[in-house]
């Protein structure tokens, strides 16, 4: 069997992504080094079998994924063709529906990123890019080794994302 997934970045104009950006570009400075990608994702964001899905503040929930301007996103198509991490993958995601968005978990990423510290998150609870990297481990992507889910920041997943996936327009993504 063979499985496409979509992951999809985007950034805001509102002062919550403004803020999440600022933090994303100093632990850039801070690192010397960026995703490599001329783009700075403030959120993340999942379509598969045709559902998007992403952590906001009501929590992992389903969305429309055409709220987000074209320009203000970035998607890559993802391929997995074992059954069992299919399987695997299938019941991550569907285990994550409806659970609680952290805004702790958005602390856990700042600190890594900017000062590398790791802040234990709380279990069961994380944001929209700590969903993701679960769902993405799940689904057997080496999503920054064993770093916790709650310390993978949007623009940190993007740079790992980028390197195994393949730039899509939103045009080729089924939703």
Known sequence: MIKDIYVVYTHGTGWF???IEVVEELGDLIKGS???TNFIPTHVGLVDNG???EAITSGFVG???KRYSPENIRIYKLTITDDALIKAGDAKFKELLGTDYSPHALLCGAAYMLFGKEIPGIP????CSGDITEVLRA???DIAGDV???DISPDYQMGIVDKIGVLTPLADVVV
Request: no cysteine; proline share 5%; charged share 15%.
């Open 124 to 127: 069961g609870q994380n944001d």
């Open 148 to 150: 916790p889910s709650a």
């Open 17 to 19: 992504s403004k803020s």
């Open 63 to 65: 969305e429309n994924i």
């Open 51 to 53: 559902l998007f899905q």
């Open 34 to 36: 960026s995703n490599g």
């Open 139 to 141: 689904f057997g992507f």
